[in-house]
């Protein structure tokens, strides 16, 4: 599960792994590396609930569609930083409100069909019309074909995010001739979901053999595919827990172990498989409440001064593990716009207690509440919440922890009634204009009890960040998160590392924060 406007940046992306099944070991035909012909075993922890590209909104579900379908623009690697061409190239006006999608020959579905215009505004306006989960990523934008090969979408507002959301693989294109033929629509009366649960409709370098939502997806190459041939001919991606995901790579009964904790990771140490382990998505923060109602205590500047300075950003980085960052502001520093850790906040425990002592501060218990019952990429929310607890008494500081199941905190959250919060977010789509949520009266900054006009100074940076084109966006949304490090509620902790553990056949694979990994290219 993807966590922002969706999911309130809560639970579910690693529930899934708790309750994940255990078995599903064993030989599937197991091959090594460029082995075409034979079958790639990829383990990982569902959360898979479709098929159907257009309303999947889950990790699975995008590695999943990934290997089926294309978009009309994507990614190239990891590189998150520039969209590129899939199935078309693109232009902007200079407004930000236009974009014309220009399609490119020789795109074939899997019945040999051509991929056209139509099915392109097809597919798109299913995403919006179905109101799955994934719709909201193109909400005020119309969809309209425009010529023989030409689409375009208009946004009511200037949307200089669009190139980055395009590639997300919710926005796959089918092929509409056959999804209308099996009840399709792009409304809600839609009734595709279970044949593309059974058969895809894609133009991607694989097609669905077999789709079991609680134990494996199964793919073979897809002769159709336009693009580089897979290295592998058949997939099976298996629905297995952590600990046999271990085993299973260790023992070579699987080629890939995709959700692996750090603690695991690091027992795989010295022996033959591969661990590849790189920063992701995914941000860690705490909140102090600034609600004097909630906390006189949280509310005073000087004591939130003193949170930021006492506490040791490395020293928590580190416990996380290789591949583990820390990101300077908000954002992750894998989008334009982050910033260098160096210009977030630094330890200085002398400051911080003179901090501290002109806030007034006496020794009261302050709470520190979080969810205990999920992890972020398998780290456990709990260790970095006794991390803070101590590295702030260093400082004077008394921390209670109040661990509770993210069923019951949850509500606490979104309420804007915690105390201090630790939580984490992860973007809907990889533009840094997924953070202008921090700000004062928007989605999480009221969550921190800091309403719209608590600080104008951040307020006139976050619509300069929202209204930057071009170069000048990553300049723009720098400051904003500058001036946030320095007076606003939040104080951003770390970025987990996605790690990937392969057998030694595997020769490369290639992650993406966006849909985890592209099985197609796992050589």
Do not use: H
């Amino acid at each position: 599960m993807k966590f922002s406007r969706k999911s309130a940046a809560t639970a579910g992306l690693v529930v899934a792994a708790a309750l994940a099944l255990s078995g599903c070991a064993g030989g599937n035909g197991a091959a090594g590396g460029g082995d075409a012909g034979k079958s790639l075993v990829v383990d990982a922890s569902f959360d898979l609930k479709t098929a159907d590209p257009n309303r999947q909104y889950e990790t699975t579900g995008s590695i999943v569609a990934k290997a089926l379908y294309q978009t009309l623009l994507t990614f190239e690697g990891n590189d998150v930083t520039k969209p590129v061409d899939g199935l078309a190239s693109y232009t902007m006006n200079p407004e930000n409100t236009v974009m014309t999608l220009t399609l490119k020959p020789g795109a074939k579905f899997s019945d040999g069909s051509p991929v056209t215009v139509d099915d392109a505004v097809f597919s798109l306006t299913r995403v919006q019309g179905v109101k799955g989960n994934p719709s909201f990523l193109l909400d005020g934008i119309t969809v309209a074909k425009t010529g023989d090969d030409t689409l375009t979408l208009t946004s009511a507002e200037p949307n200089p995010a669009l190139p980055f959301i395009l590639p997300n693989p919710a926005l796959s294109v089918v092929n509409k001739k056959v999804v209308e033929a099996n009840g399709g629509s792009d409304t809600e009366s839609d009734k595709a979901e279970a044949f593309l649960n059974k058969t895809s409709a894609g133009s991607g370098p694989y097609k669905l053999e077999s789709f079991d939502a609680a134990k494996q997806v199964v793919l073979t190459a897809n002769p159709e595919y336009n693009g580089p041939k897979p290295a592998y001919s058949r997939v099976v991606l298996r629905n297995v827990a952590g600990p046999t995901q271990k085993l299973n790579v260790e023992k070579g009964e699987s080629q890939v172990a995709l959700d692996l904790n750090p603690d695991q990771v690091a027992e795989l140490a010295g022996s033959k498989v591969k661990i590849t382990s790189d920063p992701s998505r995914y941000m860690i923060f705490l909140l102090l409440n600034q609600n004097k109602d909630v906390s006189q205590i949280t509310s005073n500047p000087d004591f939130l001064k003193a949170v930021k300075l006492g506490i040791d950003y490395d020293k928590i980085v580190k416990m996380a593990g290789d591949g583990s960052v820390r990101p300077g502001g908000p954002i992750p520093s894998l989008f334009v716009g982050a910033i260098d850790a160096k210009q977030g906040n630094q330890r200085d425990v002398e400051a911080a207690k003179e901090a501290l002592k002109a806030s007034g501060y006496n020794g009261e218990k302050v709470t520190l509440n979080f969810p205990n019952d999920i992890t972020v990429q398998g780290l456990s929310l709990q260790n970095v919440a006794e991390a803070v607890q101590a590295q702030l008494k260093d400082v004077g500081i008394d921390i209670n922890l109040a661990p509770a199941p993210v069923a019951t905190e949850l509500d606490a959250y979104r309420n804007g009634t915690e105390t201090v919060g630790l939580w984490y977010w992860g973007p809907d789509f990889p533009d840094a204009s997924n953070y202008l949520v921090f700000s004062p009266g928007e989605l999480v900054g009221l969550r921190a009890g800091w309403p719209a006009g608590a600080d104008p100074k951040v307020t006139e940076l976050a619509n300069a960040a929202k209204a930057a084109t071009g170069d000048a966006r990553a300049a723009a949304y720098e400051a904003w998160q500058k001036e946030l490090n320095a007076s606003g509620p939040f104080v951003p902790l770390l970025q987990p590392a996605q790690s990937i553990v392969t057998a030694p056949s595997i020769t490369s694979v290639t992650t993406n924060p966006v849909w985890t990994v592209d099985l197609a290219l796992i050589k």
